[in-house]
């Protein structure tokens, strides 16, 4: 199975600043012959299902708000909320979609200092 | 849009079998893969297995031995069975449609709302 480690397991961020997030897979995530990394990345807030942000790593979900971005490839990636608002405040997870058992980071939690 | 709903009891005693339905609506079961996720009170997320709408399973090994997920199209619903419950099997059970059509290694979208089931006698 793929780990998926994230750092750090939580955070709190003053609004209008900058979170970074970062994720970690166990081994690559990087398909050589498409040169498409198979990560994902959701938001979670409390009571509801996680919500799809990022695949392929960097692109964004239509309707995600651009201050959320991803990057990274093979197996370190970091999600980048580039101005937090009070919306953002919630459970962030990466996904890899590499293999069999699709598989989870921890989640990193954000919220406002 | 597609969307997605889960039924089944909220409570499950210990050594029994939870039985959950995911119902989709909005679009057709066919050519997707479709998966369980579950999250216990407080924590992260476990993939518990997918089927493909011809019928063809793949279980997360750590709970393999209990598992059965299956589909019937006519009624665009699929279903988890999982067996011999204890306490840790409480969580929100999520059912979710593999994104991209005819593939298992895409991103999960649409989910549906959950539901919890707690195992308790």
């Known amino acids: 199975d793929i780990v998926m480690t994230q750092s750090p397991d939580s955070l709190a961020v003053s609004l209008g600043e900058r979170a970074t997030i970062n994720c970690k897979s166990s081994q690559t995530v990087l398909y050589s012959s498409n040169n498409n990394n198979y990560l994902a990345w959701y938001q979670q807030k409390p009571g509801q299902p996680p919500k799809l942000l990022i695949y392929w790593a960097s692109t964004r979900e239509s309707g995600v708000p651009d201050r959320f971005s991803g990057s990274g490839s093979g197996t370190d990636f970091t999600l980048t909320i580039s101005s937090l608002q009070a919306e953002d405040v919630a459970v962030y997870y990466c996904q890899q979609y590499y293999s069999s058992p699709l598989t989870f980071g921890p989640g990193t939690k954000v919220n406002i200092k | 849009q597609v969307q997605l709903q889960e039924s089944g009891p909220g409570l499950v005693k210990p050594s029994e079998t939870l039985s959950l339905t995911c119902t989709v609506s909005?679009?057709?079961?066919?050519?997707?893969?479709w998966s369980w996720i579950r999250q216990p009170p407080g924590k992260g997320l476990e993939c518990i297995g997918y089927?493909?709408?011809?019928?063809?399973?793949i279980y997360n090994p750590s709970l393999a031995s209990r598992v059965t997920i299956s589909v019937d199209t006519s009624k665009n619903q699929f279903y988890l069975k999982l067996s011999s419950v204890t306490a840790a099997d409480t969580a929100v059970y999520y059912c979710?449609?593999?994104?991209?059509?005819?593939?298992?290694?895409?991103?999960?979208?649409?989910w549906g709302q959950g539901t919890l089931v707690t195992v308790s006698s």
């Open positions: 979710a449609r593999h994104h991209t059509v005819t593939t298992q290694y895409t991103w999960f979208d649409p």
């Open positions: 909005g679009g057709s079961i066919s050519s997707y893969y």
């Open positions: 089927i493909y709408s011809s019928g063809s399973t």
